[in-house]
């Protein structure tokens, strides 16, 4: 079992800046990846960024050059710098991980209960 808290939405104004922090706990023997997903109004969830236990990363076209995903490893937790932010980055953004938990090593794949981003002036 992994448990995800997430913290750091709110609300911005265009141009502005947030970073969102998601710290993994529980029973965790590895993590695979962790990512970052999102959903705005009237759409479906969609991948922003993601990060692999090697540091290789991928961004969706639209926040490339903007946000930047970054981990601890030491510390289980995923970071997302946003910068430059526009209104349609507003959604909710939910943290993701892979990985494998308990003594079998199971692999898993767990989410947050997501946080409010609002881009708006």
């Known amino acids: 079992q992994v448990q995800l808290m997430e913290s750091g939405g709110g609300l911005v104004q265009p141009g502005g800046s947030l970073r969102l922090s998601c710290e993994a706990s529980g029973s965790i023997f590895s993590i695979n990846v962790m990512a970052w997903y999102r959903q705005g109004p009237g759409n479906e969830r969609e991948l922003v960024a993601s990060i692999r236990s090697g540091g290789s990363t991928g961004y969706a076209d639209s926040v490339q050059g903007r946000f930047a995903i970054s981990r601890d490893n030491a510390k289980n937790t995923v970071y997302l710098q946003m910068t430059s932010l526009k209104p349609e980055d507003t959604g909710v953004y939910y943290c993701?991980?892979?990985?494998?938990?308990?003594?079998?090593?199971?692999?898993?794949?767990?989410w947050g209960q997501g946080t409010q981003v609002t881009v708006s002036s």
């Open positions: 993701n991980v892979v990985g494998r938990v308990g003594s079998s090593g199971i692999l898993t794949e767990s």
